[in-house]
């Protein structure tokens, strides 16, 4: 389980994101309109959308915000008009740091995430820089309440490459085309789906401990609660208990 997944189930376990429910919803908000937009408003015919209202529902978004949301990504509605930008850093100790953002004003959104990385003592860097080291694919979280031997039958079964059993939760990665047939698989199964979303994992990673540790979460934490910001991506291995006890 890569650093930035462990980071990811922590804050979910903590509740975290639900303590700021309003910034949350402005994210989801923006993810919906841009999956309309792309892709159409069909959640049959649109995986990425119905994956992003999926989110929305679990985090108690209601329907009319999702549905004007998505009203809004097809033209029905009018509304602001958001691109979808891809940054890359380093953060403390040579961590490779990938962000990517829905906004619609890239220079103010480069202003404010250089300003964070330079606070938290890292840099941005020029697109390609780390990009590198980070593969795409899809990523399928399971409650521990399910048998793991049928978890992993039906995943593989299903085009699932792997399943990691250490976290609190299985995670099942895929190739990002088979995301939505392994899910499917899994629903149909009643396996007890935590997440499922297109995600990138790093090929290496860069162990941290002690003050280079709390400095890259706190930028995590930052970039993270930053309204542009969609995702994080990281290649840093910090213990779990260590990173628990750094999210208190």
């Known amino acids: ?73 097809t ?7 958001y691109e979808e930008q891809v940054y890359e850093g380093y953060g403390p100790g040579g961590v490779a740091m990938m962000i990517e953002s829905l906004t619609d004003n890239k220079n103010r959104t480069v202003s404010e995430l250089r300003n964070m990385f330079s606070k938290h003592g890292g840099n941005l860097a020029e697109n390609g820089a780390v990009a590198w080291l980070f593969e795409s694919k899809g990523l399928i979280t399971v409650d521990k309440a399910a048998d793991e031997e049928e978890v992993f039958m039906t995943a593989v079964d299903a085009g699932a490459e792997d399943l990691d059993s250490e976290g609190a939760e299985y995670e099942i990665t895929t190739p990002l085309t088979e995301l939505d047939n392994v899910r499917k698989a899994l629903v149909e199964a009643e396996i007890p789906v935590t997440t499922y979303e297109p995600t990138r994992i790093p090929s290496n990673t ?30 840093f291995d910090i213990d779990v208990d260590e990173m628990a006890a750094l999210a208190e």
């Open 1 to 73: 389980m890569s650093g930035h997944s462990k980071w990811a189930t922590i804050k979910r376990k903590k509740g975290k994101a639900d303590a700021e429910r309003g910034r949350v919803f402005t994210k989801l908000i923006k993810e919906i309109v841009v999956a309309a937009r792309d892709g159409g408003g069909d959640l049959e015919a649109n995986p990425s959308l119905r994956t992003i209202v999926d989110k929305a529902k679990a985090a108690n978004m209601p329907n009319d915000n999702i549905d004007r949301a998505i009203k809004r990504g």
């Open 75 to 81: 033209g029905e509605l009018e509304g602001v008009t």
């Open 206 to 235: 860069v162990s941290l401990e002690g003050k280079q540790a709390e400095q890259v979460l706190r930028l995590m934490d930052a970039l993270d609660e930053h309204d542009d910001v969609r995702k994080v991506y990281a290649n």
